[in-house]
């Protein structure tokens, strides 16, 4: 449906992805975080490269979290 819509040009979907993109985000940041401490708390050998992985994505989803607070403030 993603697609679908828009192609038909049916405005339903408008607005939409902000309310969806927010808690979605901040599930992902949650269980990121999470990720990271169990690599830490189990002493792995490549933590810091998964952190730094997981850094990574923790910021490209922060990115698109603002991104979508800016969307709904505007």
């Not at 449906?1 to 040009?9: D, S």
């Given at each position: 449906?993603?697609?679908?819509?828009?192609?038909?040009?049916l405005?339903?979907?408008?607005?939409v992805?902000?309310?969806?993109?927010?808690?979605?985000?901040?599930?992902?940041?949650?269980?990121?975080?999470?990720?990271?401490?169990?690599?830490?708390?189990?002493?792995?050998?490549?933590?810091?490269?998964?952190?730094?992985?997981?850094?990574?994505?923790?910021?490209?989803?922060?990115?698109?979290?603002?991104?979508?607070?800016?969307?709904?403030?505007?």
């Open positions: 449906m993603p697609f679908v819509l828009p192609a038909l040009g405005g339903v979907t408008a607005g992805g902000p309310a969806i993109g927010i808690p979605v985000g901040l599930i992902a940041l949650l269980f990121d975080v999470r990720g990271v401490r169990r690599f830490w708390i189990a002493g792995h050998k490549w933590r810091w490269q998964m952190t730094a992985i997981y850094v990574s994505v923790m910021a490209l989803v922060t990115y698109l979290v603002v991104e979508d607070f800016i969307q709904i403030f505007k």
